[in-house]
């Protein structure tokens, strides 16, 4: 236990948490983190989660299993914060530190003994108090030799726990897990793998591999090595974000340009936001639109220079959109997401028409920046999304 060095500590039920903490009088209640009656769960507590409840459910379906629980709307901007907050906690243990989501992240603790005065574990049981005591949300913590089983580990005891997997029996213990446990193991292989017979570690462990490389292809020795808990991934502190999001599905339908475009600003603001948060910058966006009958399409656009300004990301989902808008056609949800990350696209157009001489729409937005960050992201609106919320929308 003593010799362990690789942790992945994950925030408990975060949104859910956060909520909690900032007002005392849901302690007690069920909360639901996300958008209401059409919309999806974000994240859910304890509490709606004994109900039923989890994340990425339909809004109504969570309501239906767990009717006394308290519907909060997401407040992403406060959620970055604290997120931040607690991954300052963690960069005092160690430079290596990897973040995989807003409530996660894989550290690296080995040599830091000599520093801390203790072993890794000792380090981790200090940092989870700190964290409690000091920001208010609990974290659980998974602690063993490889970055796999330090993800499986940290799931073994929530909320608040700390699990450990050593490594001298770790063949054992692996035999009888289910697939679902193996880091990086999607659903869809999870179903091609029971499809042919294949359903706990035990079984990947043991296999032939020309009947894997069937089922799983050039990734079936991978596979079969965390099976086995082999895993040399090294926890990479640059390892960047692949794309940022945001989506949000309507109460009801909208087919109005008007309409849409109003939902798309606050979207890109929120993309913009996120991008700024982790400063940097994209080269293409790409805009997810669901109909009536939920089929999806998407459109994308690689810009000429990276960016990561919200009245460009705006301006040119727009156009995106607007070309997606006709009579009888009708949409449930709207996403905005940026990807290729860098400081420059590889064609970058010195006449790009977004980065005009003057900059003002860039001072403008800077400047608004500074107020959002201080009075909330609500404090300032444009009049497009002013009139969006008083207008009433008729169902179509």
Request: hydrophobic fraction near 40%; glycine fraction near 6%; include cysteine.
């Amino acid at each position: 236990m003593f010799d362990l060095n690789i942790a992945h500590i994950d925030c408990d039920a975060f949104y859910a948490s956060v909520e909690k903490r900032d007002n005392p009088e849901l302690r007690d209640r069920p909360v639901i983190v996300g958008g209401r009656e059409r919309g999806v769960v974000a994240a859910a507590c304890y509490m709606a989660r004994k109900a039923g409840v989890h994340s990425a459910m339909p809004t109504w379906r969570a309501i239906k299993k767990c009717p006394d629980a308290v519907i909060i709307r997401p407040r992403m901007n406060h959620y970055v914060a604290v997120s931040r907050q607690i991954r300052d906690k963690m960069f005092t243990l160690t430079p290596l530190v990897q973040p995989v989501s807003i409530d996660e992240a894989f550290l690296d603790l080995s040599g830091t003994r000599a520093v801390h005065r203790c072993s890794p574990v000792e380090a981790l049981v200090r940092l989870q108090s700190e964290i409690r005591d000091q920001i208010g949300i609990t974290v659980s913590i998974g602690l063993s030799g490889t970055k796999s089983l330090a993800k499986m580990a940290s799931d073994r005891d929530k909320p608040d726990g700390l699990f450990i997997i050593g490594m001298d029996h770790v063949d054992d213990w692996l035999a009888g897990q289910d697939l679902g446990v193996l880091y990086g193991l999607g659903k869809a292989a999870i179903a091609r793998l029971n499809a042919a017979g294949f359903y706990t570690c035990g079984d990947l462990a043991t296999a032939d591999m020309q009947a894997l490389r069937i089922v799983l292809g050039k990734q079936a020795g991978q596979i079969q090595e965390l099976a086995r808990g082999i895993d040399p991934r090294p926890v990479a502190p640059n390892a960047a974000a692949k794309s940022i999001s945001s989506e949000t599905t309507f109460n009801k339908n909208l087919s109005s340009f008007d309409d849409l475009e109003a939902e798309l600003e606050a979207l890109c603001l929120k993309v913009s936001t996120r991008l700024k948060a982790n400063n940097i910058r994209g080269s293409r966006l790409t805009i997810k639109l669901k109909r009536a009958n939920h089929q999806i399409l998407t459109r994308s656009k690689t810009m000429q220079t990276s960016t990561n300004k919200a009245h460009i990301l705006f301006a040119i989902s727009r156009d995106l959109v607007k070309a997606e808008v006709a009579p009888n056609r009708a949409y449930r949800l709207l996403g905005v997401g940026v990807d290729q990350f860098g400081d420059n696209a590889p064609d970058a157009d010195l006449f790009d028409k977004f980065e005009m001489d003057d900059k003002r729409a860039d001072r403008l937005e800077d400047a608004l920046d500074k107020v959002t960050r201080k009075l909330g992201q609500d404090a300032v609106i444009s009049g497009r999304r002013f009139q969006r919320s008083k207008k009433p929308v008729k169902p179509t």
